[in-house]
């Protein structure tokens, strides 16, 4: 995907009260930045955000945290977030093999949606849901590890499948076909959305450890 370069990115990001420019600072204490003890939720490839902000006005009682690697697509997500209030959404900039850097056995919930397949053999290990991944989610889980995934990648899913269920995961509701389902309050990506209106087929699952 070729990222469009967005001018002033950097600043725009830093100005907003949802970005967190210091999130290791958090680590095992986000509670205290949300002044609540609600579950936390985090999206790890947050996108433009539609999926996280989406969610957290769905589920007010949840804190919702997104992740994002690259400034030109987190401020499209920060400039969506101007005028709303939601004081269970925080977002911050990070690269997903530095996760353990910043949480500390308090997550309660992993969204993965539409994350790169990276289809070839030699960069599978970066796949989100490889072992080195999976080992790093166990140190930020608080209790049980729950991971939802979506994707319209096939071979990610199978693979997925595979790698969750070696690692000692359970599968429950896995579709081949979401949107023709009867999974409900499915709040979609920007991806998602443009899949759908393709008629592209978007598999998902839940996994519990």
């Known amino acids: 995907m070729r990222l469009r370069n967005v001018k002033n990115a950097y600043e725009i990001i830093n100005k907003s009260k949802y970005f967190v420019s210091n999130p290791e600072n958090y680590k095992g204490k986000w509670s205290s930045l949300f002044e609540n003890d609600n579950p936390i939720h985090i999206e790890i490839g947050m ?11 769905l589920y ?4 919702f945290i997104g992740i994002e690697m690259y400034d030109s697509v987190l401020v499209r997500a920060v400039n969506k ?5 939601l004081d269970n959404l925080r977002v911050i900039r990070m690269d997903a093999r530095m996760i353990e850097n910043i949480f500390d056995k308090e997550i309660n919930l992993i969204y993965l949606n539409f994350s790169d397949p990276w289809p070839k053999n030699r960069t599978a290990k970066r796949r989100l849901t490889h072992e080195r991944f999976l080992k790093r989610y166990d140190n ?14 096939i ?52 996994a519990y450890k």
Do not use: C, Q, W
């Open 47 to 57: 996108g433009k955000g539609d999926f996280i902000i989406g969610m957290a006005k």
């Open 60 to 63: 007010p009682n949840i804190n």
């Open 81 to 85: 977030l101007e005028n709303e209030k």
């Open 140 to 153: 930020i889980f608080k209790d049980k590890n729950i991971i939802y995934l979506k994707t319209d990648n």
């Open 155 to 206: 071979n990610l899913f199978e693979f997925s499948i595979e790698s969750l269920s070696e690692y000692g995961y359970k599968l429950k509701n896995i579709s081949l076909d979401l949107h023709n389902s009867a999974y409900e309050n499915n709040i979609m990506t920007e991806y998602e959305k443009k899949f759908n209106e393709k008629g592209v087929r978007i598999n998902r699952l839940e």
